[in-house]
């Protein structure tokens, strides 16, 4: 199979990870809203545990000034929100929150550097390429699982969050096209990229929804929101574990 063919179709199937969410179609609307505040402190869990374990880590591996980048993208991130809100809230009540599109950004470019990994693997071997698509797919699993519930809780309508979810998985394809055309600059960007991506899921996590989850005041609540975020930390962490790239 010709080197490009396959890294487009690994790109492509990484790509369909993000359509996970049509899943709930099947669940009538009442039995989505009363699961949504478990999904939303999944997706907790998976953004710190994605952030922490996942892209920092990876970052250092790959250049200096990681913590610098984080750094920058949480500011970044606060920025983009700020603008966001006084572009669509401040004459009236948001319908959606401004953290969906946060959200978006940020599995944006974490999309893209998936793509330029996945086109980098490829290059370098076959089955190193093969092998970098299964553990990038069983990465995105847990994480598009939460990221569908952002969307979800934040205002968008299912049909929406699959289709703004499946065109920030798109970014993959850049990614691909941008290793492919010039390796030498994305790897050169590689740690920058991914620590803004891991500011920007700790700024996600811990301003935008995490504080939702302390909302009720019930401590059965909250307890069981520290749980399900636990959970989303640990998937990440067996994910890499066992699928290390």
Known sequence: MDVVVA???SVLLTSLVSLVGIFT??????????????LVAFASGTLLGAAFLDLLPEA?????FTLTYALLGIVLFFIVEGVIRWHHCHEERCEVHSFTYLN?????????????????AYL????????????????EVPQEIGDFGILIYGGFTRAKALFFNFLSALASFAGAAAALLSSSLVTDLVPALLGLAAGGFIY???TDLMPELQKSGETRDVVKSLLTLLLGILVIQL???????
């Open 7 to 9: 890294i487009l179709l």
């Open 25 to 38: 179609l099947m669940f009538q609307e009442g039995v989505l809203r009363r699961v949504i505040k478990t």
């Open 60 to 64: 250092t591996e790959h250049g200096d």
């Open 124 to 139: 370098t071997s076959f089955d190193l390429g093969v092998v970098t698509t299964i553990a990038i797919i069983f990465h």
């Open 204 to 206: 996600i996590a811990t």
């Open 104 to 120: 978006l950004i940020g599995d944006g470019v974490h999309n893209f550097i998936d793509g330029a990994i996945i086109a980098a």
């Open 239 to 245: 994910v890499i574990m066992f699928f290390e790239v």
